[in-house]
Structures are given as C-alpha cells and as structure tokens.
C-alpha cells in the first residue's frame, strides 16, 4: 500500500524496521508519495512501493492498536505493494494480515496463483514470505495484522491458508468481513473498555476462519481443543436465540451439561459468563454502528438476547463501565 511512481523516477524501497504502532488512534491524511512510502512501511512492515504516477498520487493511513494488533485503515490511489526477501531478512518479527477490500479493486499474489479481491472480500497472507499486492484503481481496504503467535494455529498449518481470498458473500467471510468494516469505521471503539474485548472478538473469529478454510479441527490431534472450538462456534450462531442455555448448548453438541461446565472451567469461565460476554460484544457493536443509530437500543439488546431492557443496561454498564445510552450518544455525535 503505497505511493505512485512516474515511470522516469527509479523504484523506492523503505526499508527502516516497522516502529511500534501507538496505542491512541493516529491518522496521517492526504500524503505525499514519499510521505505514503514511510507511513506504511512504520505502520506494518518494511514494504517496497512503487506507482506509475507518483505526482498524481494521494492517500491517507489510520491506525490504532491493541496490545500488539494493529487495525489499519488505508485509502490512495493505484499503486503495487512489495514485501521481499530482502525486506524480509531485515524484519524479525513476523505477522498475519488480513486484508477486508472495502471499496475497489487489488491482486494479491503470495505463491504461484494471483487472487482478485473486489469489496467485501477477504485476503489472508503472511509477511514471512513475499507476496505482491497490486492496486490498479483508487481504493479503501481495512487491515489487521497480529504476530504468529496471537493465533492458536500452527504457523506450518496457517502457511497453507495464505496468499489466499476468502469471499465475502459466503460461508464464515458474511460474519467477519461485516464485523471487520464495523470495527474499521469505528477506531475510536478500541481505546475504551471494550477495546480488548473487540480485539479479541476479531482474533477469535480470524481464527475461526483460518480453522474453517483449513479444517484444523479434523488435522488436530487434540480432540478437546476441536470439542471446545465446535461449542464456541455453535454459541456465536446462536446469540440471538432465548433458548442458549447450558442444558441445550450441551444437548445439541452431544455431551452432558457437566461436561459443558467442566470446559469452560478449565478456561476460567462459565458458559453463562461465555455467552453473556459475547451477546454484549455484538450490543456494543450494533449500538456505535453509523447504520444502526435509527435502531432503538431496547431492539439491539433483544436481538441479542437480553428480554428485559433494565438487565440489559445493568449488564452493559458493568462490562464496559458505561452504559448503552452513552455508547449510542458518542456515535450520534461523530
């Protein structure tokens, strides 16, 4: 993601180690070529960049952080994306990204096959190998990159899920291209008390992604670990329902209720703290979501399963230390 070159001028390369994102939201708007260059090499990772029109070129770059996962915003003009070997040896630390393609056209190509991306699809891709994105038009894609390690998924395995697209109409890329483009419209989410439980929202269904497309479950040698992940996706679908109780989340994944609380135990939860926690995750979403402002806050916490309105404020305002009407007022005042 870079600046444009004329044709005359050589190639640059940026090649500084990627500084440390902040933890309040920066933005750098209407950026010179040159100026583009360095913002998304400190941003990511040192990048290669080059365009056929430099002089003509404008973009801009946004991002925030949380402990170590950066989500990025980037919008310019045409121009291609090269991470190298060269580049790579000079980086130590390596990253997932997963790119959402919100407005436009790119070409990713992290392998022998190029994949075409168009809005509302999904790019994984892994900047410990090389891979080339090609812009060919003004576009707006949203960006998260997170370490190796932040995923719960051998890197040996996750290698064969990148370079990649992942369509955004089908399958597991219709929940998290939406939740991805919510969080990217809403930066300012992230630095307050919710900001780790959406982080974390985002790692949990990146990762969940990367399983489906893979079919970790079935290659893991652990099935508890497949048991546990199979309960939580089975949760996530049904948020919205009145009957997600221990009794039936047990009955429908075939095991007892005693083995249900057990699981959770072993992870220092309870199911209904589990599935409390994310209902409010998805109120807290719906409620700072711009397209949503007309939806009134009693209908939100219906959606998700919470029956009685004063609960569902009690709840809210004790997980996230303010209440939903504060939420729903900061997002009516941007």
């Known amino acids: 993601m ?17 500084a ?38 404008h973009g801009s770059v946004a991002q925030t952080s949380v402990h170590d996962i950066s989500f990025s915003r980037v919008q310019a003009t045409e121009h291609t994306v090269e991470r190298t070997e060269e580049l790579i040896r000079k980086a130590p630390r390596q990253y997932f990204k997963v790119s959402l393609q919100l407005e436009g056209h790119s070409v990713l190509q992290q ?40 995923l719960d998924i051998p890197p040996a395995i996750a290698r064969h899920m990148t370079g990649v697209r992942v369509a955004g109409d089908t399958g597991l890329g219709r929940v998290v291209s939406p939740f991805l483009a919510t969080i990217g419209a809403n930066f300012e989410q992230l630095q307050g008390p919710a900001g ?7 790692i ?51 095991i007892s209720t005693r083995h249900l609380h057990g699981l959770f135990h072993e992870q220092g939860t309870t199911v209904s703290a589990y599935v409390r926690s994310r209902r409010l995750e998805q109120c807290y979403l719906n409620l700072s979501n711009p397209l949503l402002l007309d939806t009134p806050i009693a209908a939100i ?18 997980a996230y230390g303010e209440s939903p009407r504060d939420v729903r007022a900061r997002a009516l005042a941007r």
């Open 196 to 202: 780790m439980r959406l982080a974390q929202n985002a």
């Open 20 to 57: 440390p994102a902040p933890d309040a939201p920066s933005r750098a708007d209407d950026l010179t070529f040159a100026q583009f260059q360095t913002a998304v090499s400190q941003s990511f990772v040192p990048l290669r960049v080059t365009s056929r029109d430099a002089e003509g070129f």
């Open 111 to 150: 392998g022998d096959v190029p994949v075409e991306l168009q809005p509302g699809d999904l790019a994984i891709y892994d900047t410990s190998r090389p891979y080339t994105l090609t812009f060919d038009s003004p576009f707006v894609v949203m960006v998260v990159q997170l370490p190796h390690d932040k």
């Open 204 to 254: 949990d269904l990146i990762e969940t992604l990367f399983a489906h497309e893979l079919d970790v479950a079935k290659a893991a040698a652990d099935p508890h670990t497949a048991l546990i992940r199979r309960i939580r996706d089975y949760i996530d679908g049904k948020l919205g329902s009145a009957d997600l109780t221990p009794s039936t989340i047990a009955a429908d994944n075939f």
């Open 301 to 318: 916490g219906l959606r998700w399963g919470f029956s009685d309105a004063a609960h569902f404020s009690r709840v809210f305002k004790s």
């Open 2 to 18: 870079s600046h444009p070159f004329s044709p005359s001028e050589p190639a640059a390369a940026a090649t500084a180690e990627a």
